[in-house]
């Protein structure tokens, strides 16, 4: 899978891609990431990026001829129409606070795409006929607001990338993690068995994979229960976990 980003700060990248399952995956081939700096697409002296909004009002704006300059020449298109076609093809992301808001659902939605394109904003925002005429989509991290788009970008590649096969060193790693499957993840363990007192639960010492599993799925339950309640709703349950949901119910009355 191939992302393309595009940013005022090219440095910011380089220490977590090299690093870890990333840095693995770009040395496999499994990913690529190209870092595009959208200075280099300006053509005046100082590499002009962003002026001052019109009708006045505080901070600046990013400059609509670099941003367009700068994808148009990577994607090899002249123009980059918002239609299903283009977002089924190359999707154009804007990481923004206005986007919606980002989730595991979202990040197995893209990966399925051969190539993404990620645009970090930067300063009071970006000219809006960058969003109506080059964008295809629009994501966020969360509520509240960073000073630009980088950190967003390196946590979309993150949570895509561990998706894609081979990426991850077990084939149904990303499986059982927290949101991947509804719930929020059950608690791990690893030797040694007894640490200051504290003992890992017998049931994972046992070997019997059935009760393990069962085990696994009933800590998953409680947490995603006591922590994020509102999962439940949407999780997909089957008789057994609705039976066992009763009972903590019941318990907490």
Same mark, same amino acid.
Not at 146 to 158: K, N, Q, R, Y
């Given at each position: 899978? %191939?992302?393309?980003?595009?940013?005022?700060?090219?440095?910011?990248?380089? *220490?977590?891609?090299?690093?870890?399952?990333?840095?693995? *995956?770009?040395? #496999?081939?499994?990913? %690529?990431?190209?870092?595009?700096?959208?200075?280099?697409?300006?053509?005046?002296?100082?590499?002009?990026?962003?002026?001052?909004?019109? +009708?006045?009002? +505080?901070?600046?704006?990013?400059?609509?001829?670099?941003?367009?300059?700068?994808?148009?020449?990577?994607?090899?298109?002249?123009?980059?129409?918002?239609?299903?076609?283009?977002?089924?093809?190359?999707?154009?992301?804007?990481?923004?606070?206005?986007?919606?808001?980002?989730?595991?659902?979202?990040?197995?939605?893209?990966?399925?795409?051969?190539?993404?394109?990620?645009?970090? +904003?930067?300063?009071?925002?970006?000219?809006?006929?960058?969003?109506?005429?080059?964008?295809?989509?629009?994501?966020?991290?969360?509520?509240?607001?960073?000073?630009?788009?980088?950190?967003?970008?390196?946590?979309?590649?993150?949570?895509?990338?561990?998706?894609?096969?081979?990426?991850?060193?077990?084939?149904?790693?990303?499986?059982?993690?927290?949101?991947?499957?509804?719930?929020?993840?059950?608690?791990?363990?690893?030797?040694?068995?007894?640490?200051?007192?504290?003992?890992?639960?017998?049931?994972?010492?046992?070997?019997?994979?059935?009760?393990?599993?069962?085990?696994? #799925?009933?800590?998953?339950?409680?947490?995603?229960?006591?922590?994020?309640?509102?999962?439940?709703?949407?999780?997909?349950?089957?008789?057994?976990?609705?039976?066992?949901?009763?009972?903590?119910?019941?318990?907490?009355?």
């Amino acid at each position: 899978m %191939q992302f393309e980003v595009f940013t005022l700060l090219p440095e910011v990248f380089p *220490a977590y891609l090299d690093t870890s399952i990333i840095k693995r *995956a770009r040395e #496999r081939g499994l990913i %690529q990431v190209n870092i595009h700096n959208i200075r280099e697409y300006t053509h005046d002296k100082h590499h002009t990026t962003d002026d001052t909004p019109y +009708g006045g009002g +505080g901070g600046m704006v990013m400059k609509p001829e670099p941003v367009f300059e700068a994808i148009e020449s990577v994607l090899g298109q002249e123009t980059l129409p918002t239609s299903p076609e283009a977002k089924a093809n190359v999707p154009v992301i804007l990481l923004t606070p206005q986007g919606r808001v980002f989730n595991q659902r979202i990040a197995k939605e893209l990966s399925q795409h051969k190539k993404i394109a990620l645009l970090c +904003g930067r300063y009071e925002g970006i000219d809006e006929r960058i969003r109506e005429n080059i964008i295809t989509d629009e994501i966020s991290i969360g509520d509240y607001v960073l000073t630009g788009g980088e950190l967003p970008a390196l946590i979309l590649i993150d949570a895509v990338s561990r998706l894609l096969p081979e990426v991850l060193g077990d084939p149904t790693g990303a499986e059982d993690d927290s949101h991947a499957m509804g719930l929020l993840e059950y608690p791990h363990y690893t030797r040694p068995p007894e640490f200051r007192g504290w003992k890992v639960p017998e049931v994972l010492l046992s070997g019997d994979h059935g009760k393990i599993d069962k085990w696994r #799925r009933q800590q998953a339950l409680t947490r995603t229960f006591k922590k994020r309640p509102d999962m439940l709703e949407k999780a997909e349950l089957t008789k057994e976990d609705k039976k066992f949901l009763d009972g903590l119910k019941n318990e907490e009355r």
